[in-house]
């Protein structure tokens, strides 16, 4: 689901509290050794995706944030920032090249270049993520 969060709007941060889980406590975060992504090239997008980044022309990259339930994709576009919520029991992460990774939200993606080893530590830290919260779910 795609979410403007440009302003601080309760209803949205409701939403993706709800379908994510709270933010990880300051504590855990050190512990996990962070929770965010280096900055991400995004290569390419879903249609709705792409006709926010075509609207201006600064280069087009994102950032992942690791919730417990699920991730979130944020990125800019003019003046507004956007957060791309994906649950877990939702994400499909397909590795194409040796770079690039796609991540499917249903029908919705962004595929993202991983030009830096900590952005591929990253992508398999939510992998392994996500296998854990599945197999506590089940």
Do not use: W
Not at 41 to 46: D, E, W
Not at 55 to 70: A, M, S, T, Y
């Amino acid at each position: 689901m795609l979410h403007n969060v440009s302003y601080n709007n309760p209803e949205i941060k409701k939403v993706i509290d709800h379908e994510l889980g709270q933010p990880y406590s300051f504590l855990a975060r050190i512990k996990m050794g962070g929770i965010g992504s280096p900055r991400l090239p995004i290569i390419k997008a879903c249609d709705e995706i792409n006709e926010l980044l075509v609207l201006d022309n600064n280069r087009n990259v994102c950032n992942i944030e690791l919730r417990p339930k699920g991730i979130i994709v944020g990125f800019r576009s003019l003046l507004e920032s956007y957060a791309f919520t994906i649950p877990f029991y939702k994400l499909s992460v397909y590795k194409g090249d040796s770079q690039k990774y796609t991540l499917y939200r249903d029908q919705h993606f962004v595929q993202v270049l991983a030009n830096e080893r900590s952005a591929h530590v990253f992508l398999k830290r939510i992998i392994s993520q996500k296998a854990a919260y599945l197999t506590s779910t089940l």
